[in-house]
């Protein structure tokens, strides 16, 4: 048998999007399991690829690179996130609220976010890396660039390693040398280098498979499943383990637990790269079919059909990308500026008073053991609200003098509206205009986690002085 030709950029493009839709929709019911897995093939078998927000954000990137004309900046990426994006969970929802409620777009990310080490962005990477096929430097400038909109450093690592691997493997280069290139993107001073580190060096010694999964968890454990350092590191565990096997690799992903519909999404899109779509196994995509579904949370864009209309569509982008000029945002010196901020609301605890919005609690909140403030419900009355109280050492929340919460000490920390561990949270019905919120901790440690939030019955955080913010989210949740 003669040797395998090289597959062609389409072959390798189209392999990417199929090896995307077939991890992500593998991984999707493993999701937030940390714990390992033995799947072998799709459970539940599926009869087409579900909506994944892995490739859902990628297509509203798309949907503005056709449209946009001259340099992509952080305002154009913060203008479709409020446009299009409707999503609430984690980082996604903290970067709408930041947005909304002011926060210059180059700190939206970081900015009052617990969830800014997320996988939100490490997972949009492919869009970008085939706009800049074979020019890691641009993939590099526009993972960048997007990833700032909603993380702080290390989901930016994660993005940057992911766009510039893949850029590298769809200009012909190698998995080695992609991977090898690609870490040198990613500052030795955050975790994610440090994890990606410490899998490369146990590798390199023949350690064996599940061995460095277990090591790579004693190091970089994290209550949040979706932590981007463990799951970039979990991601390259398998393509590593998996000796470039398409099959092999994805099933790794999977069976290693964590944010398993996105480490399995991006080692198949790297292994459909390397391969191309002729090489990927038919008993993978034969369940899946080739239409692209996208969800209730992403709105008023373009979205292809198919996976090959999406091909030809991101193809075209290579021409396009160069007139783009990917412009990396400037952080302003003199943010934060809490005055500044819409939604704020006064929180006092005795002589103290302090302007904040929602979210984690200021240290001297904490040392003083909790604080109060006034909830103004305003036209929201009769409107269903989720109340979050929840601290590491344990707290309790009060309206109008009567406990509503007790969250008991040891919980996971997850300040999340959607998912925070059962005993930190209410939903509550309003039935007048102003309430009186009282939270109390048990402890009055400055640096110990506390959160309070306020969402709405979507799930969407909002302010507590009954302000309405613009840009607010008309996307339905399926709870």
Same mark, same amino acid.
């Given at each position: 048998m003669g040797k395998l030709q090289k597959p062609t950029l389409r072959s390798?493009?189209?392999? #990417?999007?199929?090896?995307?839709?077939?991890?992500?929709?593998?991984?999707?019911?493993?999701? =937030?399991?940390?714990?390992?897995?033995?799947?072998? %093939?799709? /459970?539940? $078998?599926? /009869?087409?690829?579900?909506?994944?927000?892995? !490739?859902?954000?990628?297509?509203? +990137?798309?949907?503005?690179?056709?449209?946009?004309?001259?340099?992509?900046?952080?305002?154009?990426?913060a203008n479709a996130w409020l446009a299009h994006i409707h999503y609430m969970w984690d980082e996604y929802g903290r970067c709408r609220w930041n947005l909304r409620r002011g926060v210059p777009p180059s700190l939206a990310g970081a900015y009052e976010n617990p969830f800014d080490s997320g996988m939100?962005?490490?997972?949009?990477?492919?869009?970008?890396?085939?706009?800049?096929?074979?020019?890691?430097?641009?993939?590099?400038?526009?993972?960048? &660039?997007?990833? @700032? $909109?909603?993380?702080?450093?290390?989901?930016?690592?994660?993005?940057?390693? %992911?766009?510039?691997?893949?850029?590298?493997?769809?200009?012909?280069?190698s998995l080695a040398v992609s991977v090898e290139t690609a870490l040198q993107r990613v500052s030795p001073e955050t975790e994610t280098r440090r994890a990606l580190d410490l899998l490369s060096s146990l590798h390199r010694q023949g350690i064996e498979c599940w061995t460095v999964r277990e090591k790579l968890l004693n190091a970089h454990r994290h209550d949040n499943f979706t932590h981007a350092p463990l799951n970039v590191a979990l991601t390259l565990w398998a393509l590593l383990y998996g000796n470039g096997d398409f099959e092999s690799s994805i099933l790794l992903a999977v069976n290693g637990g964590y944010d398993t519909d996105c480490t399995a999404a991006t080692a198949g899109a790297i292994l459909g790269m390397l391969h191309g779509a002729e090489q990927l196994p038919k008993k993978w995509l034969a369940p899946l079919g080739n239409a692209v579904a996208v969800g209730p949370g992403i709105l008023a864009i373009s979205a292809p059909k198919t996976l090959e209309e999406l091909t030809e569509r991101s193809l075209a982008l290579i021409d396009r990308a160069k007139t783009l000029t990917p412009q990396l945002p400037v952080k302003p010196a003199d943010f934060p500026a809490q005055t500044q901020l819409r939604g704020n609301v006064t929180?006092? #605890?005795?002589?103290?008073?302090?302007? +904040?919005?929602?979210?984690?609690?200021?240290?001297? $909140?904490?040392?003083? =053991?909790?604080?109060?403030?006034?909830?103004?419900?305003?036209?929201?009355?009769?409107?269903? %609200?989720?109340?979050?109280?929840?601290?590491?050492?344990?707290?309790?929340? +009060?309206? /109008?003098?009567?406990?509503?919460? /007790?969250?008991?000490?040891?919980?996971?920390?997850?300040?999340?509206?959607?998912?925070?561990?059962?005993?930190?949270?209410?939903?509550?019905?309003?039935?007048?205009?102003?309430?009186?919120?009282?939270?109390?901790?048990?402890?009055?440690?400055?640096?110990?986690?506390?959160?309070? !939030?306020?969402?709405?019955?979507?799930?969407?955080?909002?302010? +507590?002085?009954?302000?309405? &913010?613009?840009? @607010?989210?008309?996307?339905?949740? !399926?709870?």
């Open positions: 390798r493009v189209l392999g #990417a999007w199929q090896g995307k839709s077939v991890g992500g929709t593998l991984g999707l019911p493993a999701e =937030g399991k940390m714990e390992r897995q033995y799947y072998r %093939f799709y /459970d539940p $078998i599926p /009869d087409h690829a579900p909506p994944n927000d892995d !490739l859902e954000l990628q297509l509203v +990137w798309l949907d503005l690179m056709e449209r946009h004309n001259g340099p992509l900046t952080i305002n154009s990426i939100g962005s490490p997972i949009r990477s492919e869009i970008w890396a085939i706009a800049a096929a074979g020019n890691p430097d641009l993939a590099e400038r526009f993972a960048t &660039l997007d990833s @700032t $909109i909603d993380h702080g450093a290390e989901g930016i690592a994660g993005e940057v390693f %992911f766009a510039v691997l893949q850029s590298l493997i769809l200009g012909g280069e929180i006092s #605890a005795g002589s103290t008073s302090i302007l +904040w919005a929602n979210g984690e609690l200021p240290d001297e $909140i904490k040392a003083n =053991g909790g604080c109060a403030l006034q909830w103004h419900v305003g036209e929201n009355v009769g409107r269903p %609200f989720r109340l979050i109280a929840l601290a590491r050492d344990g707290c309790q929340l +009060w309206i /109008d003098g009567k406990k509503i919460i /007790d969250c008991p000490a040891g919980l996971p920390y997850i300040p999340a509206t959607h998912r925070s561990p059962t005993g930190s949270f209410v939903d509550f019905l309003p039935t007048q205009d102003r309430y009186e919120i009282r939270i109390e901790l048990n402890s009055r440690s400055p640096i110990q986690p506390a959160t309070l !939030l306020l969402a709405d019955a979507a799930l969407h955080l909002v302010p +507590w002085n009954g302000e309405q &913010l613009p840009h @607010t989210a008309k996307a339905p949740v !399926l709870l």
